[in-house]
């Protein structure tokens, strides 16, 4: 049993370094120098995950 499950362990870390390989050398956007763009989806990003973590704590 520990066998099956130390063989699903190491296929989960391969997967995860596989994708944030193909996720640095292929990004999902390309901005092309368009830095106001890259700004404003960041920003965009960083508000979503506040919202995110105060409706956990939202009684």
């Given amino acids: 049993m520990e066998t ?3 063989l699903f362990i ?3 870390i391969i997967l995860i370094f ?3 390989y ?3 050398f292929n990004p ?3 901005y ?3 830095l106001d763009k890259q700004k404003e989806d960041y920003e965009n990003t960083f ?3 506040i919202d995110i973590i ?3 704590f939202k009684k």
Avoid: E, R
């Fill in 32 to 34: 092309s120098g368009n």
């Fill in 18 to 20: 596989v994708n944030a």
């Fill in 47 to 49: 508000l979503y995950l």
């Fill in 10 to 12: 190491i296929t989960f």
């Fill in 22 to 24: 193909k996720n640095i």
């Fill in 4 to 6: 099956i499950l130390g």
């Fill in 54 to 56: 105060k409706s956990l």
């Fill in 28 to 30: 999902k956007h390309d």
